[in-house]
Each structure stands twice: as C-alpha cells, then as structure tokens.
C-alpha cells in the first residue's frame, strides 16, 4: 500500500539532516542554514509559542488561521497534521520542547524551539512577519551540539582531546591513540556532507567512533573532529562560501597538526573520508602532498546534484509506485540540478540551489575526485557497501574500478551487505535503517589496518 504518511528521509551521503518527501518539504532546503543567536521580538515569542501549542494540542486548523496565505496552501490538505505526527511515530517519543529563543538565519530573524525525541533532535523554525502572520515554518536538525560522549580508555588505547585549527576558530576532536610505545601510523577522517559532529552520529549509529576504537585497539592512531557547519555555523553567516571552506581546509590543517604531534609517526599519516569526504580526498591529497595514503568510504564518483536526484527517485520508486507528488518532488530537484550547469560569477550568494550557494557548487563543478586521484602517487584504498543506495555500486564504485583496477596502487573492497555505513543489514537499504543500532562491520576496519600496515 501506498505510504500516506510523509516519509522522514535521514540522509548522510547528501545533505545530511532530516527532510520530508513531501513535495512542500522538498523544496525547502536540505541543508539547513546556519543561524547566529539574536534578540527576538516578545511578539514573535508569543505568537511561535502559541503556534506550536496549537500542534502539540492537534489543533491543526488553529495553527494554519495563524500562517499567510502562502503557507496555508502549501500546508493545507492534512499536510501539517501528518508532518507533525509523523516526527514521534519515526524519531521516537518527544522527551523535550525548549522555549522559543531568537536567531537570525541569514538575514531572517527567526524564533526557534529545539524538539528532542528519542532517536534525534531538530530545530522548528518558525518566521513571522510585522503583522503578526507566520510566513515560515521548517524542521531542521539540531543546531545544538549533543554533549560529546566520554573519553574513552582501556587496555589498548586512550583517548585525548585534540582541537583542530587556529584557536579562536579551533574545532573540538578526539585522538585515540594505541597504548604502547610510538610514535603510531595515524588516520585524518573526513565527513560526509551537512553538520556532523566528531563521530559523524546518525541516530544510535557513530561510524567515526567506531572506526577510531577499532582501529586504535589495531595500533592506529584516529583523530576525529567537529565539522565546521556543526560545530561553528556561525562562520557561515554570510551564506557564501566554498567546499573548501566547509570541508577542505579544515581536513588540510589536521593533517598538518596530527603530523606534528610526537605520539605520530609524520611519515605514516592517511585520510580516510566518507562520502562527500572520500570525494574531497583527492583534493586533500593535492593540498598536502607529505600524505601516506588515502582511504575512500562510499566514495561518489559523479557530480554531487546528479547523485541528490537519484537518491530522490530511489526513495520515492521503493514502493513500486511513484505518486504525482513525488514525481513533481524529482521533477523540482532535477530542474535545480540542472541549474547547477548556469551559475556564474554575478550569481548572488542569496540564489542557493539545493541548500548551497553557487560558489560552493562552481567549485565542485570544476572537481573531479578520479581526474585528480590519477595524479597522486600515494597508494589508495577504495571501500564500498553493496546495498547503499546513496553511494552505488553501479553509479560510483564500478567508475573508481574502471579508471584504476588496474592500478597497482589503488585497492579496492566491495562488501555486499554493508549500507552507506558500512553497516550489515539485508534487503534494500532504506533511510529508517539508520535508526537501528549498529556497528561499522569489522572487515573494513580490518582492511584499513591492513592498508595503513599496522597489522592485526
């Protein structure tokens, strides 16, 4: 039967946050904009609260009187009830609601609550215009940082905090460090795209963290770190910047600093990315030639706005039936796609296409991670879980196997019933998957070890 309720979609590999497959909610942005702390109109307090009382309580058709005429529209129809009740049925019981408090996103001034369920928190956003309507509404991720979890020590390595960048813009991270005598080999990991915190956390799921415990405990040294846009969304303000800024020079600087400690062995440092950070790998190689290697986690071997539209076909064909709704969803996103090719220079910062201003995707635009991995000479380890449908098998990995299966320095690993984690699970992988507990499959780690040539 056809699924009536809009679907949760949490995504890692693009844009990751939380979005609906509703038309409405499609078009909003899927990376949500950083917002700065700002005073907030008493009104404006008021008038959010009572909003989301009127959603708390179920009265829908109170809580639509207070929207324009716009949003009315693009809520009416049950929209909103089924948005609203859908967040506990899939996230789990809400346990909080805060206050309202007063950002600016952007140029916006915004009220903001934060709603903690049991498997993830997000942030309602609610703007209200002079005269008192609601003119927006959107549901984010969590700008709030999760208390990090606690250090971890046992017999075969200890964990130390390690911050990452200058120090008024400095990231917070954790090194885990094998016991015993150094300096150790050591790996760099890189996100994927959108905010992540240091053990790039997806519902009970913490990838980063299980890589650098397992790794550790097989003499490897892992320094894990906030990504900027979760831990600093501030220095997004201006809502112009680059890959680079988000992504690149941040990993490039870690490296720089890891190779400098006395616990590391400077000759013997990798990067391991995933996702978009397994993208920027290549790129990261370029910027710090000194590199021992590179590891690659469901790495996209096409252009980023192509691979969102597959991703919006899959999720909406899964159920062997494709609505008019969501039809027009991926009719939307592949028309941004495609303008993705028309951005220039006189392009405004304001004109994001698919969350992400246009310098941002004019820099990816004249990237590619295979065009510039063929001209490293580091050794590089491609990995691949056979049931992501964010990263494919068919799309991406066989593309990095064409252009380098015959490259004795490239490796390559291809792990059938592991998910965009690399995590195991059977069937067609699917977003709520994310949201069962697991651990990134012990082979990979293997593999890596093996790679960096610690040894077991």
Do not use: C
């Amino acid at each position: 039967m056809k699924r009536k309720v809009p679907l949760l979609l949490l995504t890692i590999v693009l844009l990751a946050g939380a979005f609906f497959s509703a038309r409405w909610l499609m078009q909003s942005l899927l990376v949500p904009s950083p917002a700065q702390s700002a005073p907030a109109d008493p009104a404006h307090l008021r008038i959010g609260e009572s909003f989301l009382d009127h959603l708390d309580a179920g009265r829908y058709d109170a809580a639509l009187a207070m929207t324009t005429h716009r949003v009315r529209e693009a809520l009416a129809g049950g929209k909103l009830q089924e948005v609203w009740e859908a967040l506990p049925k899939q996230l789990g019981t809400r346990q909080s609601r805060t206050p309202l408090r007063g950002e600016l996103v952007g140029e916006t001034p915004t009220v903001t609550s934060t709603l903690t369920f049991g498997l993830l928190a997000l942030d309602a956003r609610i703007v209200v215009t002079p005269e008192g309507a609601i003119s927006g509404f959107r549901i984010v991720p969590a700008a709030k940082a999760p208390e990090p979890a606690p250090l971890e020590n046992n017999s075969r390595f200890t964990e130390v905090e390690f911050a990452v960048g200058e120090r008024e813009r400095a990231l917070p991270g954790t090194l885990s460090v094998p016991n015993g005598e150094g300096p150790f080999p050591a790996i760099v990991l890189v996100h994927g795209s959108g905010p992540h915190d240091r053990d790039e956390t997806i519902g009970p799921n913490t990838p980063f963290r299980d890589l650098a415990h397992g790794l550790a405990e097989r003499g490897v040294a892992v320094l894990r770190y906030e990504k900027r846009t979760f831990a600093r969304p501030q220095d997004f303000a201006s809502g112009d910047f680059t890959v680079d800024d988000e992504v690149t020079d941040d990993a490039v600087a870690a490296i720089a600093q890891l190779r400098a400690d006395a616990r590391i062995d400077s000759v013997r440092v990798f990067v391991a990315g995933h996702s978009l950070g397994a993208m920027m790998a290549p790129r990261i190689a370029e910027r710090a030639p000194e590199l021992a290697g590179l590891i690659l986690l469901a790495a996209p071997a096409r252009p980023l706005q192509d691979i969102v539209v597959e991703q919006v076909g899959y999720l909406a064909a899964r159920d062997g039936d494709i609505s008019a709704e969501e039809q027009a969803s991926i009719d939307d996103m592949s028309a941004k796609a495609a303008a993705v090719a028309t951005l220039d220079a006189s392009s405004p910062a304001s004109a994001t296409l698919l969350g992400l201003p246009p310098r941002y995707w004019m820099d990816l635009r004249e990237y590619d991670p295979r065009t510039t991995a063929s001209r490293l000479s580091q050794p590089i380890l491609v990995a691949q879980g056979g049931r992501d449908y964010q990263v494919t098998q068919q799309g991406d990995f066989n593309l990095w196997l064409a252009d380098f299966g015959d490259v004795q320095r490239v490796q390559f690993g291809l792990y059938p019933e592991l998910n965009h984690l690399f995590i195991a699970g059977a069937g067609a992988s699917n977003p709520e998957e994310y949201l069962i507990a697991g651990s990134v499959d012990v082979r990979v780690i293997n593999a890596i070890a093996a790679f960096v040539g610690a040894g077991q």
